[in-house]
């Protein structure tokens, strides 16, 4: 079964608009974590932003939020004020605890393309 | 100082060479990683190490060796490889397992075989 689900393959922005990138998760561990990363066509994995599983407030990094709602199990990635730069590859991961401390499971992506 | 660098960054083989990649990283994570991703796919991971030991292998075929010299170095052994292995490969790192720490990826290093 899939874990983590990125339901939008590709997604368009025009710049200095805002954008939701979505993200749905399944497990069953009380203790994880969810990462967003940017991968730009050089291929280099860069992080972004961190929501934990016991966090109460939604994590914010600058222009990028993520609107966690735990109930609903999503980890959706807002980009506030996009730039012709954040046209990347998005990945939506997950790290649980326990014994799948080590792996992170990815979803499978959103591309990105932002507008001028 | 986040970073986590790999080298070569670009590497062509044969099938029946033998070459090495090099992953470095000096933040003190005791945890490194090895994923391989082909194109427009998520990374899948290969490998771990947890305190210079290897932890987990994702039934990784043999002609991938993977060795971990020390706390800083990880190196991905490469022999007698098929052109399905063709991928961006990376490297990355994290402080230890705990699900709450975020890994730290290198710039990748994309191979080729012929």
């Known amino acids: 079964a899939q874990k983590i689900t990125q339901t939008q393959p590709g997604m368009f922005v025009q710049e200095k608009e805002a954008v939701t990138l979505d993200c749905t998760y399944d497990t069953s561990d009380p203790s994880y974590g969810l990462f967003w990363y940017k991968q730009p066509s050089s291929g280099e994995m860069i992080f972004l932003i961190y929501q934990g599983s016991y966090d109460q407030q939604n994590a914010t990094e600058g222009r990028y939020s993520l609107n966690f709602q735990k109930a609903r199990k999503s980890a959706n990635l807002v980009i506030s004020a996009s730039q012709l730069g954040d046209s990347a590859m998005y990945f939506c991961a997950m790290r649980e605890g326990g014994d799948g401390g080590f792996k992170t499971i990815f979803g499978a992506g959103t591309r990105l393309f932002v507008k001028a | 100082d986040t970073e986590v660098t790999q080298t070569p960054k670009h590497l062509v083989m044969g099938m029946t060479n033998k070459k090495s990649l090099k992953c470095e990283q000096h933040m003190g994570h005791r945890a490194m990683y090895w994923y391989k991703q082909k194109a427009k796919k998520p990374p899948e991971l290969m490998f771990v190490y947890s305190y210079e030991k290897l932890s987990i292998n994702e039934s990784v075929p043999s002609r991938f060796s993977p060795e971990c010299p020390n706390s800083s170095l990880l190196n991905l052994h490469l022999h007698a490889l098929q052109p399905e292995d063709s991928a961006l490969y990376l490297c990355?790192?994290?402080?230890?397992?705990?699900?709450?720490?975020?890994?730290?990826f290198g710039p990748g290093t994309r191979l080729l075989v012929l």
């Open positions: 990355a790192s994290s402080p230890a397992s705990r699900s709450q720490e975020t890994q730290y």
